[in-house]
């Protein structure tokens, strides 16, 4: 099944805080599937998004809505990678991630990948220090 | 080979100093990650990325409330889109970004 690639201009716009995230979306992720790599065989992890811990009171709608939409978020490696314990979801993780709706047409047997955001901190920065420091 | 992770902190005036220090042969990070000093028996003082590169591998990811607002709005959004063309150089794809 091939895939395509879509990018919105707001995407576009998230590239251009830093070259090197785009250098690490072609590097990891764009190129290595364009080569006839499956998202599986990808170095970074790649996740459906309702399945990721929400905070906030937005959390129902998103977890609703990522599902509905089939929203789905790759690790690109920016800046660097890391390794994870994660046995779902294998594949390094990174403060890098695109954001992805995933589209299949049945008929083509096309699927798409949509990136409709890219962030370069995935997560503000929290410091569980009462666990980690006793 | 066992790893052993010690953490403490230090506060100074306003600022607190984290120090990760590690005792193993084990290193915490990959090859790739610039953090050569979570090498085996070193110890470093963190700055904040640094000690976010750490902290990640501690803890999962999450999806904080303005993000998923965000995100939700990019759902709908009608921003224009560009299908990428097949066998897209790193060049192309940068001067893309670009234009």
């Known amino acids: 099944m091939s895939i395509k690639f879509d990018i919105t201009d707001e995407c576009k716009n998230d590239l251009k805080a830093d070259p090197l995230l785009g250098k690490c979306l072609h590097k990891n992720y764009i190129a290595p599937i364009q080569s006839g790599k499956s998202v599986a065989e990808l170095r970074g992890r790649f996740k459906p998004s309702w399945e990721v811990r929400v905070e906030g009171s937005m959390r129902d709608l998103f977890v609703q809505q990522a599902r509905d939409r089939n929203l789905h978020h790759y690790h690109i490696g920016y800046r660097f990678y890391k390794s994870s314990s994660d046995q779902t979801y294998p594949g390094d993780v990174s403060d890098g991630i695109v954001h992805i709706l995933v589209t299949t047409n049945q008929q ?3 699927t798409v990948h949509k ?3 890219v962030c370069p901190h995935h997560n ?5 220090i009462d666990r980690l420091v006793g | ?3 052993h992770t010690q953490l403490s902190k230090s506060w100074t ?3 607190v100093t984290f120090t990760v220090a590690t ?4 290193p915490l990070v990959s090859a790739e990650q610039p953090l050569g000093s979570f090498q085996a028996a070193s110890a470093y003082e963190a700055s ?3 000690l976010k590169g750490f902290v990640h591998q501690q803890d999962e990811f999450f999806i904080s409330e303005s993000e998923s607002k ?8 009608d921003s224009p889109v560009t299908r990428l063309p097949d066998n897209l150089s790193e060049e192309a794809f940068l001067a893309f970004i670009q234009s």
């Open chain 1, 108 to 110: 083509t047997n096309e």
């Open chain 2, 48 to 50: 904040t990325t640094q």
């Open chain 2, 23 to 26: 005792v193993a042969a084990a």
């Open chain 1, 115 to 117: 990136l409709i955001k």
């Open chain 1, 124 to 128: 503000p920065f929290k410091l569980p």
């Open chain 2, 1 to 3: 080979m066992n790893t």
């Open chain 2, 70 to 77: 965000d995100l939700l709005a990019r759902l709908d959004s």
């Open chain 2, 13 to 15: 005036g306003q600022f």
